[in-house]
């Protein structure tokens, strides 16, 4: 929980010293599809598992086509174990902080518009908890350090307001577990997420800008 109100202060503080015409935040909600690739081996046998995945964003736009978008997930990870038996699946909690540079399609920011996207970035992410009853709870990693891509697309509502939707994949570049024979384990997922944006300023459809003011 301190994780991830720290995050959560980063966050803001970013947000308070930008303009603010250029910003847009909101709540995101969503569900994760991982596992841990190399877990598996011939005592294990795992395959992916769903989680949820949910908390809020920023996006800063520099210029028409291009921002700066960063989140602050609350996100379980893991994996399934399906032998040995009975199947039970192993939880990884985290505060997930993706920082991402994301490239828009399409000139138009009014109501209406729709606007593909595309966005790569770094991230770290802070363990929370864990759940597992094959595995030492205690081994596993603190830290994790990796990188989010993917595609999506925002929706144009009256007053600068957008629906996002993304389909990330999150590849973590870190070892998530110390026991030595297990040394190639790191996380790997799918997430779809769905979001709202409120923009900071209002939208002149004529200058296709913002201004400071709402409306």
Not at 22 to 45: D, H, K, Q, R, W
Not at 62 to 73: D, G, P, Q, R, T
Not at 89 to 96: E, F
Not at 170 to 189: A, C, E, I, M, R
Request: charged share 15%; proline share 5%; no cysteine.
């Amino acid at each position: 929980m301190r994780s991830f109100f720290i995050a959560l202060g980063l966050l803001w503080a970013g947000v308070a010293s930008a303009q603010k015409e250029n910003i847009s935040i909101g709540p995101m909600v969503g569900a994760a599809y991982s596992t841990l690739p190399n877990l598996g081996s011939n005592a294990l046998t795992t395959k992916y598992k769903v989680g949820p995945t949910a908390g809020v964003f920023v996006n800063y736009s520099i210029k028409e086509h291009f921002a700066l978008s960063a989140n602050v997930l609350y996100t379980r990870w893991g994996t399934k174990i399906e032998t040995p038996t009975p199947a039970a699946n192993l939880n990884l909690d985290y505060i997930h902080v993706p920082i991402l540079a994301t490239y828009f399609f399409g000139n138009d920011m009014g109501p209406g518009a729709v606007r593909p996207k595309l966005f790569l970035g770094p991230s770290v992410s802070f363990l929370t908890g864990t759940s597992s009853n094959v595995l030492n709870n205690q081994a596993f990693r603190n830290v994790d350090i990796g990188a989010t891509a993917g595609a999506g697309v925002n929706i144009g509502f009256a007053r600068q307001q957008w629906l996002n939707i993304d389909l990330r994949y999150n590849l973590g570049f870190s070892k998530v577990y110390t026991d030595p024979t297990l040394s190639k384990v790191h996380n790997q997922s799918f997430s779809l997420l769905v979001g709202y944006s409120f923009a900071l300023g209002s939208y002149n459809k004529k200058s296709n800008s913002f201004s400071g003011k709402r409306r």
